[in-house]
Every structure is written in C-alpha cells, then in structure tokens.
T-cell receptor, first 113, second 115 residues
Framework: AQKVTQAQTEISVVEKEDVTLDCVYE???????LFWYKQPPSGELVFLIR??????QNEISGRYSWNFQKSTSSFNFTITASQVVDSAVYFC??????????FGTGTRLQVFP | SAVISQKPSRDICQRGTSLTIQCQVD?????MFWYRQQPGQSLTLIAT?????????ESGFVIDKFPISRPNLTFSTLTVSNMSPEDSSIYLC????????????FGQGTRLTVV
C-alpha cells in the first residue's frame, strides 16, 4: 500500500527564519512521482514541484529547496528566509505512474511578522 | 498544461437535496479525478472518471451517493446526493494529462456547505 506521512501538523516561525517541512512516503513501486502543493487560505492548490523516483537531485527554486532521499523515503521541503506570504497548508503527495495522487495530511505553516 | 473550470465555486444547500458540480478542461484528458477535502483535513480521492466507462470509486465512496458522469474527454460532473451536514467540504476536480506530465492540475474547488 502507498502512504504519505507529514508528521508536523503545524509549524510557527517568525519571518526570515528557515523552516523545513518533512515528508515520508511508502511504496513498493520503483516508479513513482512525488509532489508538493501549497494551499493558501483562499483554498486553491498551487503546484510547487514534482520529482520522479529516478531523479534524486536536490532542487532549488528561489527561497524553496527540496531534498529527496530514497534511502530514507523522504522528500523534505525547506523555505529559506520565510515570509508572511508563505503562510499556508503544504501538502506532500505521491503518485504511481500517471494515476491518482495520495496526499499526506498536510502541514500548516504560520509565518509571523 | 491544463486549465480547469469548476463550478459552482461555492454553494449552501439544504439537507436532503442534491448538488451537481461541473468540471470543464481546456484540453482532452484520459483520466479525471474527484477529491473531497473535509474542513481542516487533507484531500481524499472519491473516484476516477474515465470517458466511456463507469467511474471507479475508492473505498468508502459509493455511486449512489456520488454519481459521476464523463460524457467526453473534456467534461465531468460529480453529484453529491441526499446531502447531510457531513458532506460539507471542498470538492476538487483534477486531471492528469498522461505520461510525463509535470503536475496534476486542479480546479479551484467547490466549497459546499450543507445546512
């Protein structure tokens, strides 16, 4: 069975702090995709990144970076120098091939000024 | 990429009634997915809708409660039947364009409140 675990229910930081959101996944498939989505208070889902199981390179996009480690089945997301606009719920998700997404329970990030 | 138009964006309904949510995609896609997000919760897949065949429902969801139509490759509807306050949720339509897709695309969601 497939599963995504986001152990951090809620994180609060002060602006300009760095914050890491953890994601641990479970699957026996060798081909899979991992995602991060942001859901701001307005409710829409904003795509952040997709990573396939054969690409373990870490990625950096501006203040965002992702650390994919197959050895620990983790796909962690770090926001550097957090801003108030980063306040949202962040979901990690797993997909096998091109099928449905299995979402983690989400981490609510609150960034205070 | 794919642009998804979902409507209504929100509705307040009386218990015992039904609501049909529409999802229109700007390109042809094989699979469309319907998710439910209960208040403060994560997204849970309701069913997968393929054109020309019956929808495939996930455990805990049944066709009588959530009938789905998929008349063509760009459109689908989800009906929430005989609603109760427990059905108050955000319902989201999603598409996966196929192999090699960069992301799963989501509609803006339908925020349903049952009173």
């Amino acid at each position: 069975a497939q599963k995504v675990t986001q152990a951090q229910t809620e994180i609060s930081v002060v602006e300009k702090e760095d914050v890491t959101l953890d994601c641990v996944y479970e699957t026996r498939d060798t081909t899979y995709y991992l995602f991060w989505y942001k859901q701001p208070p307005s409710g829409e889902l904003v795509f952040l990144i997709r990573r396939n199981s054969f690409d373990e390179q870490n990625e950096i996009s501006g203040r965002y970076s992702w650390n994919f480690q197959k050895s620990t089945s983790s796909f962690n997301f770090t926001i550097t120098a957090s801003q108030v606009v980063d306040s949202a719920v962040y979901f990690c998700a797993l997909s096998l091939n091109t099928d449905k997404l299995i979402f983690g329970t989400g981490t609510r990030l609150q960034v205070f000024p | 990429s794919a642009v998804i138009s979902q409507k209504p964006s929100r509705d307040i309904c009386q218990r015992g009634t039904s609501l049909t949510i529409q999802c229109q995609v700007d390109s042809q896609v094989t699979m469309m997915f319907w998710y439910r997000q209960q208040p403060g919760q994560s997204l849970t897949l309701i069913a997968t809708a393929n054109q020309g065949s019956e929808a495939t429902y996930e455990s805990g969801f049944v066709i009588d409660k959530f009938p789905i139509s998929r008349p063509n490759l760009t459109f689908s509807t989800l009906t929430v039947s005989n609603m109760s306050p427990e059905d108050s949720s955000i319902y989201l339509c999603s598409v996966s364009p196929g192999a090699g897709f960069a992301e799963a695309f989501f509609g803006q969601g339908t925020r349903l409140t049952v009173v």
